[in-house]
């Protein structure tokens, strides 16, 4: 069975999960049976922001991730812990944080909304 046909309580193989990760989510990794991103801040303000929308996110998914929180980075960490591995869960809340996190609304085309200014002073992600 491909990954694509998986349950959504099913656990992936690690050979799996690193298929996935590499189409799909560029900048995860897998880590001792987790999923998980580092997201680069310019300081505290910033990490409490990250930190936050990911646990709006992850509460409305019902779907909670560990979290290493440091001055200037948020590591995040996703397994299902009934399954005893990653699951679909887990991709689709990873998508669902990268695509909010690194979020940048200057780089879209026909948008009204400009992004922060390239100023240091309002920069808050650190951008790959």
Same mark, same amino acid.
């Given at each position: 069975?491909?990954?694509?046909?998986?349950?959504?309580?099913?656990? &992936?193989?690690?050979?799996?999960?690193?298929?996935?990760?590499? !189409? !799909?989510?560029? @900048?995860?990794?897998?880590?001792?049976? +987790?999923?998980?991103? *580092?997201?680069?801040?310019?300081? +505290?303000? #910033?990490?409490?922001?990250?930190?936050?929308?990911?646990? @709006?996110?992850?509460?409305?998914? /019902? @779907?909670?991730?560990?979290?290493?929180? #440091? &001055?200037?980075?948020?590591?995040?960490?996703?397994?299902? @812990?009934?399954?005893?591995?990653?699951?679909?869960?887990? /991709? !689709?809340?990873?998508?669902?944080?990268?695509?909010?996190?690194? +979020?940048?609304?200057?780089? !879209?085309?026909?948008?009204?909304?400009?992004?922060?200014?390239?100023?240091?002073?309002? *920069?808050?992600? *650190?951008?790959?």
């Amino acid at each position: 069975m491909g990954w694509r046909e998986r349950k959504n309580e099913e656990a &992936y193989t690690d050979e799996e999960i690193e298929i996935r990760l590499k !189409e !799909e989510l560029r @900048h995860w990794y897998l880590e001792n049976g +987790w999923i998980r991103r *580092k997201y680069k801040t310019s300081g +505290w303000k #910033s990490t409490l922001m990250v930190v936050n929308t990911v646990g @709006h996110l992850a509460e409305a998914a /019902f @779907h909670h991730p560990d979290l290493n929180v #440091s &001055y200037a980075f948020v590591i995040v960490k996703l397994m299902n @812990h009934a399954a005893k591995g990653i699951t679909n869960k887990d /991709f !689709e809340l990873a998508h669902k944080i990268e695509d909010i996190i690194m +979020w940048q609304p200057g780089k !879209e085309v026909d948008s009204a909304l400009e992004g922060t200014p390239e100023d240091p002073r309002f *920069k808050y992600i *650190k951008y790959e």
